[in-house]
């Protein structure tokens, strides 16, 4: 049986990377994500790659262009000298 998505878990577009957001609200066929400089955003199950160790893998090719896009500057406000 899959491990359940629930809020507060941190969202990836690739293993490894850093997070791009966390689970706020989860239903039966999506979930809401938050996306830092970006918003909430719903993303249909289907994008599921992986569940693992409280983080959700996400399916870019299954992603709206928007969400994509909020993806690609989520780290922007960022101090690139701190780890």
Same mark, same amino acid.
């Given at each position: 049986m899959p491990v359940p998505i629930r809020e507060g878990f941190d969202v990836f577009?690739?293993?490894?990377d850093k997070a791009i957001g966390a689970v706020r609200k +989860?239903?039966?066929r999506d979930f809401i +994500?938050? +996306?830092e400089n970006g918003g909430d955003f719903l993303v249909p199950m289907s994008a599921v790659k992986e569940i693992e160790a409280d983080k959700v893998v996400l399916d870019c090719t299954?992603?709206?262009h928007r969400l994509r896009n909020a993806i690609g500057h989520a780290h922007e406000g960022e101090d690139p000298n701190i780890p």
């Open positions: 577009v690739h293993d490894g +989860v239903s039966l +994500v938050y +996306v299954k992603l709206q």
